[in-house]
């Protein structure tokens, strides 16, 4: 049994994003959407759609009841009677756009903003998690890097994942070859010079040019080196091994709350092996339901759903692209983005450690596009 005191690192995490009311008592449900269990390499390949994010969360109140009742809710969406667990698929389909024609995703997200619910996520956008060790290892073996202030390596980590991104069969091919994120000591050379290969070009992108030429620097102090140390003995072509992370993430954060997930066996059982203790008492305080008897995380599974079409939009679509879009929604997709905005900030301001992303800078500007 492995023991993960809640405190540790917690209070300076809170501390350091200026957290606020991470220890009131709330009820936390959670669905999740494109969970593919693990992130890695196969025959060379990746084996998930990288275009497409881990969404973890879904509906929060604070404290442990309440009188709101989603019943009245799925009553009014008149679905057919056959149905008996509401899920994103039974309200809208399509891209994100036509999902923001759908008059049920309207009654909806109507509903929520009128009740004391929020939405509580973790946004993960897995190619960016898998790569940003490039950088963080190349950070660590230099001391003059080791100046650099957060925001200022994310623009790194963020120029050498878009490189990457935009060249991904090459990025693959190369990850498979040397194992990634396991290289092997005498082949960091080789690999960190491929990697340069292909960012290079990049630096004469006029937005790109500072983070590429630093990128490319710190890289080549790395070769000198010979040693990256969050991309050495780890388990070759394994990314990520499993999302449970995400889960325990919430549970050591949110220790006085109750959380409630969907029945997902595989991180049911990985997390069976943890014992979470809060100074020297053991937390009982999360179990995995049935979705089919709980509508809170039924209506869990709908907003990740719309999550999920609304992330990959982003990652999937221009600054420019998404501007001309959200310029020319008709009146029903207008009110129904308004009012996920409405939704999402009325979250942020409850509590901002609802809403965790884990996703590069380019996504997060986009988003603001959106959701501004």
């Not at 929060?60 to 009553?75: A, C, H, M, W």
């Amino acid at each position: 049994m492995n023991i993960i005191n809640v405190n540790e690192q917690r209070d300076f995490m809170i501390e350091f994003q200026g957290l606020e009311n991470m220890d009131v008592n709330y009820t936390f449900y959670y669905d999740e959407t494109n969970n593919g269990r693990k992130f890695h390499l196969a025959d060379g390949r990746f084996n998930i759609s990288i275009d497409q994010n881990f969404i973890l969360g879904g509906i929060v109140y604070e404290g442990q009841s309440n009188d709101i009742e989603p019943t009245e809710l799925f009553q009014r969406l008149d679905l057919q009677k056959t149905i008996n667990e509401v899920k994103f698929k039974h309200i809208a389909s399509g891209d994100f756009i036509n999902v923001l024609k759908s008059k049920k995703i309207n009654l909806i997200l109507k509903w929520m903003a009128s009740k004391k619910l929020y939405l509580h996520y973790t946004n993960l956008n897995p190619l960016y998690f898998g790569i940003v060790d490039i950088i963080d290892s190349a950070i660590v073996s230099s001391e003059t890097t080791k100046a650099f202030d957060m925001g200022y390596a994310n623009h790194v980590k963020n120029e050498l994942y878009t490189a990457l991104n935009d060249n991904i069969e090459k990025t693959e091919e190369i990850f498979f070859q040397y194992g990634y994120p396991s290289i092997d000591e005498n082949k960091i050379v080789e690999f960190l010079d491929d990697i340069i290969e292909i960012i290079e070009p990049y630096r004469y992108i006029r937005k790109s040019h500072l983070g590429i030429e630093t990128a490319i620097q710190i890289l080549k102090a790395s070769k000198r080196n010979k040693s990256m140390a969050f991309i050495q003995d780890e388990t070759k072509h394994v990314l990520m091994q499993d999302y449970s992370p995400f889960y325990i993430q919430p549970l050591r954060m949110f220790k006085n709350s109750m959380h409630y997930f969907d029945r997902e066996d595989h991180i049911e059982k990985i997390l069976k092996q943890y014992k979470f203790v809060d100074e020297k008492k053991q937390l009982d305080h999360y179990r995995f339901i049935d979705s089919k008897s709980n509508e809170f995380i039924q209506l869990s599974d709908i907003m990740m759903g719309l999550l999920g079409k609304l992330y990959a939009f982003i990652r999937r679509s221009s600054e420019e692209d998404i501007k001309y879009i959200i310029s020319n929604l008709g009146e029903l997709e207008k009110e129904n983005l308004n009012l996920l905005n409405e939704i999402t900030w009325k979250s942020h301001e409850k509590c901002k450690g609802f809403l965790l992303k884990i996703t590069s800078d380019d996504e997060r500007i986009k988003e603001q596009i959106v959701l501004p």
